[in-house]
């Protein structure tokens, strides 16, 4: 495509149910990156995808935060059991490679009720 | 642990003054990045520096890097309106994950 795509836009939850963010990178790139954003705050890095591969998910918070990349482009990000502490903006970026220039979407503003 | 510091982090300025927004980072990296947001809006990128010394300009923006001072400079020069957005520098780490600043808030009176 263009460009990244994210869906949904906006996700209202319960606390304790589990929700799925899409991502849709830029047609053939490679490297894929999740990040969550606060309101005020610079991206914190979450985890990192070559190809189908997840090469680094140090990022990720707790074992309920989890990431797939099953073909190599589009890409999940699921948080189970939600809580209120979860609610961010998630964003999620592609590079043609690693350490190139990374190009964002518009993001997924998650608000956990 | 890699840990990037900007400053400052609210910056209000007149249209046509010249300004600068410093960027310190604690380790040794590869890479640095500026990116632009707006409000409500997603993360735009404007340089990529990659070597110490290396000097990039667009219009009235121009970044720097300084590798030995693990130091990035972004300056503006004669302020215009339209530059008002937050500005962000990140580091590459080790895994090739960007590090982020807090960003730096820039609002531009006309």
């Known amino acids: 495509g263009a460009g990244v795509s994210q869906s949904p836009r906006y996700k209202v939850t319960k606390r304790g149910q589990d929700v799925a963010l899409r991502c849709d990178p830029i047609s053939g790139h490679v490297s894929l990156y999740w990040y969550r954003q606060a309101l005020g705050q610079g991206p914190e890095f979450l985890t990192y995808f070559n190809y189908e591969a997840q090469q680094d998910k140090s990022g990720l918070p707790n074992d309920r935060f989890s990431a797939e990349r099953p073909e190599g482009s589009i890409s999940t990000l699921t948080i189970q059991r939600t809580e209120q502490r979860d609610s961010a903006m998630y964003r999620c970026?592609?590079?043609?490679?690693?350490?190139?220039?990374?190009?964002f979407g518009q993001g997924t503003r998650l608000t956990v009720v | 642990e890699l840990k990037v510091e900007q400053n400052p982090l609210f910056l209000s300025m007149q249209e046509g003054k010249n300004y600068t927004i410093y960027c310190n980072y604690s380790?040794?990296?590869?890479?640095l990045y500026w990116y632009r947001q707006d409000p409500g809006k997603s993360l735009e990128s404007l340089f990529v520096l990659l070597s110490n010394g290396a000097v990039k300009q667009e219009g009235r923006l121009m970044a720097s890097l300084d590798t030995k001072a693990r130091l990035s400079t972004l300056h503006i020069t004669a302020a215009v309106h339209d530059l008002s957005a937050t500005y962000f520098c990140?580091?590459?780490?080790?895994?090739?994950?960007?590090?982020w600043g807090a960003g730096t808030k820039l609002i531009i009176k006309p």
């Open positions: 380790t040794t990296s590869d890479r």
């Open positions: 970026a592609s590079s043609s490679t690693v350490n190139t220039e990374a190009f």
């Open positions: 990140a580091v590459e780490g080790s895994n090739y994950q960007l590090i």
